[in-house]
């Protein structure tokens, strides 16, 4: 079975710092790797995927992650946080080749941005 | 403009009542998605359906119906066998490779 965690419940930053929100994976072949971004009551939003091909995929809003193999990771991270990125992030993981079905997400961490 | 849209944005339903929520997509997507939300916790699966006329039971379908008459449309409904059902819904769609497009979500609340 396929499975995604998102180790930290809650990320505190200072404005202007990086940012790292940790995803971890465990899947049965290669991974499809996302992240989303949700604001209160409203969905989620696309922020980038891994398919194949590069492990640093770049995404929306200045956002990237990096997908390691060895770790079974796929941090999502930022070179410099703005207060409007506090929200809350979801990680999620699907096989290629399962069913529709198949598409795991991790329980949610909450970013805070701190002018 | 493209996109995947679900209504109402609130709803409140009284003990032992049925309620519908709508959700509609022009994405030309043939898989589509419900999930329910609960405070602190991730996504929930309750059905899923890839095909016309065509469904499958997720993680927790009970006191849940839905149904794909069209492909655009996946509407559920929250029965009165639902014990639980204050939370917050999300519909979702994709095609087999693409990342799954969200709609903005419907809050249901037990009155």
């Known amino acids: 079975a396929q499975s995604v965690a998102q180790p930290e419940d809650q990320v505190n930053v200072a404005e202007g710092n990086p940012l790292t929100v940790k995803c971890t994976y465990s899947v049965s072949g290669n991974p499809y790797l996302f992240w989303y971004v949700q604001y209160p009551n409203r969905g989620l939003q696309f922020l980038l995927k891994y398919i194949t091909g590069d492990n640093l995929v770049k995404g929306s809003y200045g956002f990237e992650a990096e997908f390691n193999k060895s770790q079974t990771s796929f941090h999502l991270k930022k070179p410099s946080a703005l207060v409007s990125d506090s929200a809350l992030y979801f990680c999620?993981?699907?096989?290629?080749?399962?069913?529709?079905?198949?598409?795991?997400f991790g329980a949610g961490t909450r970013l805070t941005v701190k002018p | 403009d493209g996109g995947i849209t679900q209504s109402p944005k609130y709803l409140f339903r009284k003990e032992g009542q049925n309620v519908t929520l709508s959700c509609e997509q022009n994405?030309?997507?043939?898989?589509m998605y419900w999930y329910r939300q609960d405070p602190g916790q991730g996504l929930r699966l309750i059905y899923y359906?890839?095909?016309?006329?065509?469904?499958q039971k997720g993680d927790i379908a009970e006191g849940y119906s839905v149904s794909r008459e069209k492909k655009e449309s996946f509407p559920l409904t929250v029965t009165s066998a639902q014990k639980n059902p204050t939370a917050f819904y999300l519909c979702a769609s994709r095609n087999s490779n693409t990342e799954a497009f969200f709609g903005q979500g419907t809050r249901l609340t037990v009155v």
């Open positions: 999620a993981v699907r096989a290629p080749g399962m069913s529709n079905n198949d598409m795991r």
């Open positions: 359906s890839q095909i016309v006329n065509d469904f």
């Open positions: 994405l030309n997507h043939d898989a």
